[in-house]
């Protein structure tokens, strides 16, 4: 409201404005800066939900399946149905994930096809070598007409070259080597009066699978480097045990063993490559049972507490067989007319 004052009347012109009418645009201005704010949010919020749903959770994805490729799981697969530019780049890892599965699978393929070959190549090596003096044995038994001793001894060798020659299953139970390693100590026995053994193994130890002839070149070490090396040892000794999640077998002889220095020098052997001057029978063990069971496994050699020489044969324990009762076989030395 304004009031002017005319010199010539002497009265006041007066002149008012409504105040809604003068605070008209300041409302309007105020009420559309409000909207275009609410538009402005409104349309952010829009950006950012388009951008979460189409950019960032496809990439999230995309992260996640690389994520679980580097873990090894090479069999994930993204699943969108976007029709933008990451289907391309879904359709692209998808592809990817498989080529890398089948390699792998490939790959796993031809190293077990190899690791099988490798056994069945250390498996061969391990010929036993005294079949001729078995049979040289049977013909001077013969000719003495000692027919117990020709039976004994070919039942024997029949046993043991039954199992030795069966090549169509790689892998035998401990209990299926145990059986073994009597037919072998009661040939020997045979042939060497001197020789008694005993075999305690626990129960759950028994179906164990083990390469096949694992303990058979062990014990014929000790045999022929063991006791047949002086007249006044005999004995054998095998126990089998498991402790801390490891299966150990003990081969111990009363023979004169050796030294602590040779001990070292032949557990250094064990690990290098194969030399011309080394009997191949422990080398080969040694390298099957790491086939096998892998590079915790191995043999190892130290002194035995009868006197002579022990070897160790320690592998991982697999998963747990079923309880079995414990094996324990005694092998008395023979007397001059035992076999009569």
């Given at each position: 409201m304004s009031a002017v004052k005319s010199p010539q009347l002497g009265w006041y012109l007066v002149d008012s404005v409504p105040l809604d009418q003068m605070l008209?645009?300041?409302?309007?201005?105020?009420?559309?800066?409000?909207?275009?704010?609410a538009l402005l949010f409104a349309i952010g919020i829009s950006a950012s939900v388009l951008l979460y749903r189409n950019v960032q959770r496809p990439i999230i994805k995309l992260i996640r399946g690389l994520q679980s490729v580097q873990r090894g799981d090479f069999s994930v697969q993204i699943k969108e149905k976007a029709s933008n530019e990451f289907s391309f780049l879904f359709y692209r890892f998808n592809e990817m994930s498989r080529q890398i599965q089948d390699l792998v699978e490939k790959v796993l393929g031809e190293?077990?096809?190899?690791?099988?070959?490798?056994?069945?190549?250390?498996q061969?090596?391990?010929?036993?070598?005294?079949?001729?003096?078995?049979?040289?044995?049977?013909?001077?038994?013969?000719?003495?007409?000692?027919?117990?001793?020709?039976?004994?001894m070919?039942?024997?060798?029949?046993?043991?070259?039954?199992?030795?020659?069966?090549?169509?299953?790689?892998?035998?139970?401990?209990?299926?080597?145990i059986k073994l390693i009597v037919n072998y100590l009661d040939i020997q026995k045979l042939r060497n009066e001197r020789i008694y053994y005993t075999i305690d193994i626990q129960g759950e130890m028994l179906k164990q699978q083990v390469p096949r002839l694992l303990i058979q070149p062990v014990v014929e070490n000790a045999v022929?480097?063991?006791?047949?090396?002086?007249?006044?040892?005999?004995?054998?000794?095998?126990?089998?045990?498991?402790?801390?999640?490891?299966?150990?077998?003990y081969?111990?002889?009363?023979?004169?063993?050796?030294?602590?220095?040779?001990?070292?020098?032949?557990?250094?052997?064990?690990?290098?490559?194969?030399?011309?001057?080394?009997?191949?029978?422990?080398?080969?063990?040694?390298?099957?049972?790491?086939?096998?069971?892998?590079?915790?496994?191995?043999?190892?050699?130290?002194?035995?507490?009868?006197?002579?020489?022990?070897?160790?044969?320690?592998?991982?324990?697999?998963?747990?067989?079923?309880?079995?009762?414990?094996?324990?076989?005694?092998?008395?030395?023979?007397?001059?007319?035992?076999?009569?």
């Amino acid at each position: 409201m304004s009031a002017v004052k005319s010199p010539q009347l002497g009265w006041y012109l007066v002149d008012s404005v409504p105040l809604d009418q003068m605070l008209g645009p300041i409302s309007f201005s105020r009420n559309l800066f409000y909207l275009s704010m609410a538009l402005l949010f409104a349309i952010g919020i829009s950006a950012s939900v388009l951008l979460y749903r189409n950019v960032q959770r496809p990439i999230i994805k995309l992260i996640r399946g690389l994520q679980s490729v580097q873990r090894g799981d090479f069999s994930v697969q993204i699943k969108e149905k976007a029709s933008n530019e990451f289907s391309f780049l879904f359709y692209r890892f998808n592809e990817m994930s498989r080529q890398i599965q089948d390699l792998v699978e490939k790959v796993l393929g031809e190293k077990l096809r190899a690791r099988e070959a490798t056994l069945k190549q250390l498996q061969a090596q391990i010929n036993p070598h005294f079949l001729y003096n078995c049979l040289g044995y049977i013909i001077n038994m013969a000719q003495m007409k000692e027919q117990e001793a020709v039976v004994s001894m070919a039942y024997n060798l029949s046993a043991y070259y039954r199992y030795t020659t069966r090549m169509e299953r790689q892998t035998g139970s401990i209990e299926e080597e145990i059986k073994l390693i009597v037919n072998y100590l009661d040939i020997q026995k045979l042939r060497n009066e001197r020789i008694y053994y005993t075999i305690d193994i626990q129960g759950e130890m028994l179906k164990q699978q083990v390469p096949r002839l694992l303990i058979q070149p062990v014990v014929e070490n000790a045999v022929i480097h063991g006791v047949a090396k002086t007249y006044s040892s005999g004995e054998i000794r095998i126990r089998g045990e498991v402790s801390e999640g490891l299966c150990k077998i003990y081969i111990d002889d009363d023979g004169p063993g050796m030294t602590p220095e040779q001990q070292e020098a032949l557990n250094r052997k064990m690990k290098e490559p194969l030399q011309e001057e080394m009997g191949c029978g422990l080398w080969n063990t040694n390298q099957r049972i790491m086939h096998q069971f892998g590079d915790g496994s191995c043999l190892h050699f130290t002194k035995s507490p009868l006197g002579g020489f022990r070897t160790e044969i320690i592998w991982q324990m697999p998963v747990p067989e079923e309880p079995r009762h414990p094996l324990h076989i005694k092998g008395e030395p023979l007397h001059a007319d035992d076999h009569r």
